[in-house]
């Protein structure tokens, strides 16, 4: 079966960079399916899951939370704010996290900061709850 | 002829200075390491979003409904220069080297009439820069670089400033200038125009593709891309930075203990020769002072 170049990249580091089957991205206005020769796009995303099939037999999940995608024809490069192979995730370091965001939102004052903290835990929750099946 | 006495001091001081000068090299070797890794794993991200926006943009220029922040906004009376550049000094030419570029160009500006703003990320540039354009300076920030690791959060104030000076139609064009870390003994001084857009040296130009699908619509598409490669641009400069820093430290206190090491060297000498001396001259006495008996 014929591949397409994926790519994955957040700021902090490039996690996949490959030819595989299909990809599976979660946009702002629905999930949808990238093969080889897919319509030129761009899209923005969602907080959500990154399907990746390498073949028939090997799927890899990430959890990505916002970002943009770009498909060409043969291409698809997904720059997430973050990434996270769900391999990595590990459900006490997310309840940890949790924890760390809400104690920190109870000292502080500033209005933009709490915005940023409640975020953060907004973030970690959908984790939580992509973690639980 | 100082006397023996003073040869010793100097020669502990200097051995006490080569201490430091070395323990600070192993402190900047390691610092450099984890640094440059950071470093080196941001590019992609802001390589592929300059691609990207690229393509972006081949596909929209012309149009009347490129955003301000792509296409610019028709002049370029409003200058803005963010400069990036270390916390804390001992880092040889590292801060000066890029201060002497960014006033060169703030003078040109200034004689061409333009209006000029800076934005000084890190303490040392802000500390230069001080001196001649205090009253130009609109904002600065420490403490972001020379931490163990530089978070995107972290940047992201410093982006937000630029893009509130930008929507209050305050600046026209905003430049970035940094040093780009191309190995430990070469930071090269960088300028970076951010807006309008225009995409780096380093990313290959690309032909203009088909035209794409945008979903959610181009306007909301491009209103989110070009603040954040905004954002995306400063903090790979601000890595970079950060890794060069360590670099430029790290060759600095090389040189400076092996400048102490050729200092001893020279001191010890001139102390044994003046030793030598002594001695001689005791001898003589005691011997004349036999001969006269």
């Known amino acids: ?133 | 002829m100082p006397s023996l006495k003073e040869f010793r001091i100097r020669i502990d001081s200097v051995k006490s200075t080569r201490k430091i000068t070395s323990a600070m090299k192993m402190v900047a070797a390691s610092k450099l390491k984890r640094a440059q890794e950071q470093a080196e794993a941001s590019r992609p991200y802001a390589e592929r979003m300059a691609v990207m926006l690229q393509r972006i943009a081949s596909a929209v220029q012309g149009g009347a409904s490129a955003p301000k922040l792509m296409a610019g906004t028709g002049s370029d009376q409003k200058q803005l220069i963010v400069v990036v550049t270390s916390d804390r000094g001992l880092c040889g030419g590292f801060n000066g080297n890029l201060v002497r570029e960014v006033r060169r160009k703030v003078r040109n500006l200034l004689a061409a009439g333009k209006e000029v703003k800076l934005i000084c990320v890190g303490r040392k540039g802000r500390d230069l820069l001080r001196r001649d354009f205090a009253n130009l300076i609109v904002g600065s920030y420490e403490g972001i670089g020379g931490k163990k690791k530089i978070t995107f959060a972290e940047v992201q104030p410093v982006a937000e400033k630029v893009l509130a000076l930008f929507e209050k139609g305050e600046t026209d064009i905003v430049s970035l200038f940094y040093n780009r870390f191309k190995s430990v003994i070469a930071q090269i001084p960088t300028d970076q125009q951010l807006v309008p857009f225009v995409a780096p040296d380093a990313v290959p130009a690309v032909e203009p593709q088909a035209v794409y699908e945008y979903e959610p619509d181009e306007e909301a598409m491009l209103a989110e891309l070009l603040p954040r490669n905004i954002s995306t641009q400063i903090y790979s400069a601000i890595l970079e930075s950060a890794a060069g820093e360590q670099g430029a430290r790290m060759s600095a206190m090389d040189n400076a203990t092996r400048n102490a090491s050729d200092m001893i060297g020279k001191l010890t000498l001139r102390y044994n020769r003046a030793r030598q001396a002594h001695i001689t001259k005791e001898l003589i006495e005691i011997i004349s002072g036999a001969e006269a008996l």
């Not at chain 1, 629905?30 to 923005?44: K, N, Q, R």
């Not at chain 1, 959890?63 to 990595?88: D, N, Q």
């Not at chain 1, 997310?94 to 973030?123: G, N």
């Open chain 1, 1 to 133: 079966m014929s591949t397409i170049v994926f790519e994955l990249v957040s700021p902090e580091r490039l996690l996949v960079s490959r030819a595989v089957e299909m990809v599976t991205v979660p946009g702002t206005e629905g999930d949808f399916g990238v093969l080889p020769g897919h319509a030129p796009l761009v899209s923005s995303l969602r907080v959500g899951v990154l399907d990746v099939r390498t073949d028939a037999a090997t799927a890899e999940r990430y959890f990505v939370a916002g970002g943009f995608a770009e498909v060409s024809p043969e291409r698809c490069t997904v720059l997430a704010e973050e990434a996270i192979p769900f391999s990595e995730m590990d459900r006490a370091k997310v309840e940890a996290e949790i924890k760390y965001y809400q104690d920190a939102l109870l000292v502080t004052e500033k209005e933009d900061v709490k915005a940023k903290f409640k975020r953060r835990i907004e973030l970690a929750e959908v984790k939580l709850s992509l973690l639980a099946h």
